[in-house]
């Protein structure tokens, strides 16, 4: 499966901003879909997941102001982005897992989107 990120930009401190993630196969079959996000000299760091049942869960840092939702249709899972920090600023990568979490599972990942925010 291919995954393709996309949304990524600079926009101030306070705006919204909406990723997207767009599979190239369906997303029923994987088990759960996500974004991390990686800050210049920082390590990579989960943000938000959406199961395939619809169950969501999201970093502290983010709660409140990140969504993530999908859209079957679409095969085409989104992260909209709400009242942006200056410490948001990373380059944002989608994944997506077939199987449960253990020496089990598959997880492909898409390319970076980069998000710049300006205070």
């Known amino acids: 499966v291919q995954l393709q990120a996309s949304g990524g930009g600079l926009v101030q401190a306070g705006g919204s901003l909406r990723l997207s993630c767009a599979s190239s196969?369906?997303?029923?079959?994987?088990?759960?879909m996500g974004w991390y996000r990686q800050a210049p000299g920082k390590q990579r760091e989960w943000v938000a997941t959406i199961t395939n049942g619809g169950d969501t869960n999201y970093a502290d840092s983010v709660k409140g102001r990140f969504t993530i939702s999908s859209d079957n249709a679409r095969n085409t899972v989104y992260l909209q982005m709400n009242s942006l920090k200056p410490e948001d600023t990373a380059v944002y990568y989608c994944y997506a897992d077939r199987g449960e979490y253990g020496p089990g599972l598959v997880r492909s990942w898409g390319q970076g989107t980069l998000v710049t925010v300006s205070s």
């Open positions: 196969g369906s997303i029923f079959s994987f088990t759960r």
